[in-house]
């Protein structure tokens, strides 16, 4: 699986959007790009996914640019409660032989801190 | 909905004692995984099994065992714990090699070895 660089932390206002970057320059064709969140001692929560479009969802949007070597995570309007570390990775699908795609390989992720 | 349910949620070892964290998820998933946490740090991968059948190494295998029991059960074994194991370990499963879709994780196992 292809490596992520993320900020380590970022602050963001309530009631602003929060937009998280992720740079993962050496993703392949067939790796997605997911996003999770952990709220403080809670499991890791997903977010969202995305191949090579844009994708939104009841909890964020996804941009993904259009080599494919970055994307962001937009909150449109962040809460205290999304206060949590926010973890990008890229994961491959699709090659049934391969049971090394099932591998689910976090970073360090961005400690994201909404702001009353 | 369960989803993915581990224990304990809390457990005390004395160096050298072993013990065993259970996992179970009942979504019919084919595919689990262990992580454990340190302070500050994000989650590396100790084992995993794609399949019923199936188990591999992942990160950080080194002192752990594990068992894919069936297709709803993974457990993760401590044969000798040490303070280096002292941790927060994170039980996660996922549909299928050929199903784009999401993991799901467990409430985590908060493990101190003394």
């Known amino acids: 699986d292809a490596k992520t660089t993320q900020p380590t932390s970022m602050d963001c206002a309530e009631g602003r959007a929060a937009n998280l970057p992720c740079n993962h320059s050496t993703i392949s064709g067939n790796e997605y790009v997911y996003w999770y969140r952990q709220i403080h001692s809670q499991g890791p929560q997903y977010i969202i996914h995305g191949l090579k479009n844009n994708e939104t969802n009841e909890m964020a949007s996804l941009i993904i640019t259009e080599d494919r070597k970055s994307s962001t995570l937009i909150l449109p309007h962040a809460t205290l409660r999304d206060t949590a570390v926010y973890y990008c990775?890229?994961?491959?699908?699709?090659?049934?032989?391969?049971?090394?795609?099932?591998?689910?390989?976090f970073g360090t992720g961005t400690r994201l801190t909404i702001i009353p | 909905n369960a989803g993915v349910t581990q224990t304990p949620k809390f457990q005390v070892l004395k160096t050298g004692q072993s013990m065993t964290l259970q996992c179970a998820q009942d979504?019919?998933?084919?595919?689990m995984y262990w992580y454990r946490q340190d302070p500050g740090m994000g989650l590396r991968l100790i084992y995993y099994?794609?399949?019923?059948?199936?188990?591999d190494k992942g990160e950080v295998p080194n002192g752990y065992n594990v068992s894919r029991l069936n297709k709803r059960e993974f457990s993760l074994r401590l044969e000798s714990a040490a303070p280096s194991q002292t941790s927060v370990y994170f039980c996660a499963s996922s549909e299928s090699v050929t199903v784009n879709t999401e993991a799901f994780f467990g409430q985590g196992t908060r493990l101190t070895v003394v």
């Open positions: 979504m019919n998933h084919n595919s």
């Open positions: 099994s794609a399949s019923e059948g199936t188990t």
């Open positions: 990775i890229v994961r491959a699908w699709g090659v049934i032989s391969n049971f090394g795609n099932e591998k689910l390989t």
